[in-house]
């Protein structure tokens, strides 16, 4: 598998496709033993090769000398960096060399592409090759062992990588912890998912979820789930039949309901980064190019446990319709590609929508979590009420239970009557306080914003303030 015939005429160029940190060079030794060759690296400045004739007099003197010659991956990456020169290199194509370049991606660099031989794949590491190189690294101490193990089913880092980030660790002047271990793969795993999404930080961090006990238990399960995935992929021994999958889940009710607080309550509670999906970014009419974005996004989360999140996901993940023009054919392909790209994400994947009825049928079965979000009842509005309620400004004159029975409104909706309320109490003359009479105003105005008709009579003793706003 690893011979290659070699062009004795003119230069030939190798691809060494593998993931950011794996070995290229381990890959370029074993196929120079095996053809018997002798290989050397450069390792001066990567500008240098930015001039043909730097380049093309490290090809000529290798060929001399009957030597190959590889260039690693950030010696190729300066060469996409500088992709729009104005004077870029140009390989002299009768030096009959094999140059082998490293590189992470499917693109090539154009200068590359004359006599662009297959590429060679170098085999990611496994959950098991991972670990074992964090224990070679950092030993086998009991207190960090937990950490490991956990560390490389989350962070699928590649061989030089760990390597880098063990050597670190080792610098520090006191013992390995496992809150190291975590640190540093977290600080190396900082993901940029560019236009696609956007990183959220939870603004929820010790808040009680509001869900009916039914629900409430199903959002235990989720978090339960993704803290096993270790344990039962690879004690258990099910990542094979379940190809690694991470956890995919839908949050199904209307707005305000709580899905958005969900997803961040599940990211503090993991230790997890969260993604909001961008789909003005990912969705777009042109054929082929939704797909593309797609893929984008899924390979750059494939580095390491994340939450992506998408909002409105019915507008991504709708029914497949009948195909009556080109336009269905490639819209069901879209889904198809979704399905199938969701169900080996890693990481976990959150949807959320208010029109779950429009949701594909063939995706809701691979599913592994379906929560509904209800309507909250009188009870749960109250605990909501509780909650969201100032805890450091004097609300003693509110009465929640009336609020709660008097006004039909959804957790969302409850949070933005209490700060419209508070921007308008904000420096009156009754102090830091919070008043009925603030509140009962801020509860019209979020009628009037949903277009959701009022009657006097439901405001009770609070009708005459209600009646002097309204036109």
């Not at 961008?278 to 989360?301: M, P, R, W």
């Not at 029109?355 to 605990?383: G, H, N, S, T």
């Not at 309320?421 to 003359?429: D, K, T």
């Amino acid at each position: 598998m690893l011979l290659y015939q070699q062009n004795t005429d003119s230069l030939s160029v190798v691809p060494i496709r593998g993931a950011k940190g794996c070995r290229h060079r381990d890959m370029v030794m074993s196929i120079a033993t095996a053809n018997e060759r002798s290989v050397v690296q450069y390792t001066g400045d990567p500008a240098n090769l930015h001039s043909s004739a730097f380049l093309n007099s490290l090809l000529t003197v290798c060929w001399l000398r009957n030597l190959d010659l590889f260039l690693d991956d950030d010696a190729i990456r300066s060469f996409t960096a500088h992709g729009n020169s104005q004077n870029p290199p140009v390989l002299l194509q009768s030096v009959p060399v094999t140059l082998f370049i490293g590189i992470t991606g499917r693109e090539v660099p154009q200068i590359f592409n004359k006599n662009l031989m297959p590429a060679i794949e170098v085999p990611s590491f496994t959950y098991h090759e991972r670990m074992a190189h964090w224990e070679t690294l950092l030993g086998m101490d009991t207190s960090i062992k937990p950490a490991i193990a956990e560390c490389s089913r989350r962070y699928r880092f590649e061989a030089e990588t760990i390597s880098a980030i063990a050597q670190r660790l080792k610098v520090s002047r006191h013992s390995i912890t496992a809150k190291d271990i975590w640190d540093a793969c977290r600080a190396e795993s900082d993901v940029d998912l560019g236009d696609l999404a956007q990183r959220v930080m939870p603004r929820f961090d010790d808040e009680e979820l509001i869900l009916p006990p039914a629900q409430n238990r199903q959002f235990r399960e989720v978090e339960q789930a993704m803290r096993s995935l270790t344990e039962v992929h690879y004690g258990w021994g099910l990542a094979k039949a379940w190809n690694e999958s991470g956890i995919s889940v839908l949050f199904a009710g209307p707005p305000g309901s709580g899905k958005t607080m969900a997803a961040e309550l599940l990211a503090h509670k993991l230790g997890l980064p969260l993604f909001r999906i961008d789909l003005s970014q990912v969705v777009n009419k042109y054929i082929g190019e939704t797909e593309k974005n797609l893929k984008k996004l899924f390979d750059a989360a494939e580095i390491a446990d994340m939450i992506l999140f998408f909002d409105e996901a019915d507008a991504l993940f709708g029914r497949r319709t009948e195909v009556r023009d080109a336009h269905d054919r490639y819209a069901n392909l879209e889904i198809s590609y979704l399905l199938e790209r969701m169900e080996r994400f890693k990481g976990l994947a959150i949807l959320a929508t208010n029109r779950k009825k429009d949701l594909d049928e063939a995706f809701l079965r691979r599913l592994r979590f379906i929560i509904d979000f209800p309507f909250p009842e009188i009870e749960e509005r109250e605990r909501i009420w509780k909650q969201v309620l100032p805890k450091n400004i004097d609300t003693r004159s509110v009465d929640i239970g009336f609020l709660s029975r008097k006004f039909p409104l959804a957790g969302g909706h409850i949070r933005s009557v209490v700060l419209n309320a508070c921007l308008q109490s904000a420096g009156r003359e009754c102090g830091e306080c919070l008043t009925m009479e603030s509140l009962i105003v801020a509860v019209k105005r979020e009628y009037d914003k949903i277009h959701r008709p009022i009657d006097l009579d439901q405001f009770g003793p609070y009708a005459g303030i209600v009646r002097e706003l309204t036109p």
